[in-house]
Each structure stands twice: as C-alpha cells, then as structure tokens.
C-alpha cells in the first residue's frame, strides 16, 4: 500500500487507491489534457474533482500541492525514485506522464523538441488567450461597455488559429504522429466553440485544417472519455 500521508491534500481529497495516480482537477481546458493523457496512456489513475466553482483549488491543502492555487495537479505514488512525487502545471503533467511511459512524444530529438514547442505554444499563448476571450465572451466581461479589450482577444485568438492552421496545412496531428502537442490543445480549440461559442466571432470556418484535426482528435475513445473527467456533480 502506498503512503501518501506526507500530501496534505489527500486528507481534503482522500485516496480510495493510493497505488495509482491521483489526479486533481475540473474538466476545463487545462484540467482535460491529463486527464485525456492518463487516457491515452492506459496508466491507473484516481480523479478527484476540485470545484472551482467553489474555489476548492484556493483550499490550503491543494495549495500544499499546487502553489500556485490552479488545476489540475497529480501525485504519483511511483515517482522515478520509486517514491511520491507531486507535479503541477498542465504542460509539465503531460511531459512527465510522456516520459514516464515513453508514449506520446517523439524520441528524436528533432522532433521531441519541435513537439515540445507546440505544447508550450499551446501553454503561452493559445490558452491564455482563448480563456480571456472566454471571460469576455461568457463571463464578467461581457458585461463592459468598452469593447475594445474583447476584440483584442479575438483579433489575437484569430491570429493564433492561423498559425495552428498552417502547421496543420498537410498533417493530420500538429507534429507528425499524435502526441502531447495535440492532448495539450484539443480542449482548448473544443472549448473555444462548444464553451464560450467563439466559432462565428473568430471565425473557425475559415481554418479548415483545424476543423479536420479538431474531428479526428474528438473521434479518439480515450479522448471522449477524458474530456469528461473528473466528472461534475450532478
């Protein structure tokens, strides 16, 4: 049996399996690439929903974990020393799982690398700027009167599908084989739409290559399973 006594979150957030991972976190864009990746991954895992809704992630014992007081956050009781290790930041998450189980990243180092720039694309700009529209488009934002910061975010979030279009321009994963590249902003492109209705106003139809890549990643079983946890309260 693993200890996991030393994590003060899992005594806010008890572990019914401490063998395997445990994964903290809400089905939002970043929430839902671990999730997909523990998927994909097949590795045995056990999600715990924090409600952000409720400012659950501000909770002291997630703060114990995550610092920085944001989902999602996993422990792994096998870490690589053989002992628990807590990983934090959804890019990070996906690099360790990757590594962990030599899956879902290249081992050239050409393309290992070129891989890793796309998540951190994905980490820098597509989501922090899709989520500001999101705020504008769905949240307290709506509300301003001064409309120049949402088109701010439009204009920038075109200008991202843009590049993520032509890098799609001939492929059918955004380098070459599917990878932590496409996890790490399949939900974020699906949340642009289906979340915060942004499809008309940035205008997705004219990015058919992302329409393409969108479709074949959403076909994908473990996608569809991991986009739905840690499953919301009924």
């Known amino acids: 049996m693993s200890d996991l006594s030393s994590f003060p979150v899992t005594k806010r957030w008890p572990a019914s399996h401490p063998e395997r991972i445990q994964l903290y976190a809400s089905p939002t864009p970043n929430g ?7 998927e994909e991954t097949g ?66 180092p050409a393309k290992r690398y070129e891989t890793l720039t796309w998540v951190f694309f994905q980490m820098s700009a597509i989501g922090p700027m899709f989520g500001q529209l999101g705020f504008f488009l769905r949240w307290g934002g709506k509300d301003y009167e001064d409309k120049r910061p949402q088109q701010r975010y439009i204009d920038e979030s075109k200008r991202l599908l843009g ?9 059918e994963w955004i380098v070459d084989d599917y990878s932590i590249a496409d996890i790490a902003t399949l939900g974020w492109v699906n949340a642009l739409i289906e979340t915060y209705g942004a499809g008309d106003i940035v205008g997705l139809s004219e ?17 569809q399973r991991g986009l739905k946890i840690p499953a919301r309260p009924a």
């Open 32 to 38: 839902v690439k671990v999730s997909i990746m523990l």
């Open 43 to 108: 590795l045995p895992y056990e999600p715990h929903l924090v409600d952000i809704s409720k400012n659950e992630s501000k909770d002291p014992a997630f703060v114990s974990l995550n610092p920085n007081g944001r989902i999602p956050a996993i422990i792994d009781p096998a870490g690589p020393s053989g002992s628990p290790i807590a990983v934090w930041e959804s890019g990070a998450i996906l690099i360790y799982l990757a590594e962990k189980t030599g899956q879902l990243i290249p081992n050239a």
């Open 163 to 171: 590049v993520l279009d032509r890098q799609l321009e001939g492929r």
């Open 207 to 223: 990015y058919s290559n992302i329409q393409a890549w969108l479709g074949r990643g959403l076909a994908r079983p473990a996608v």
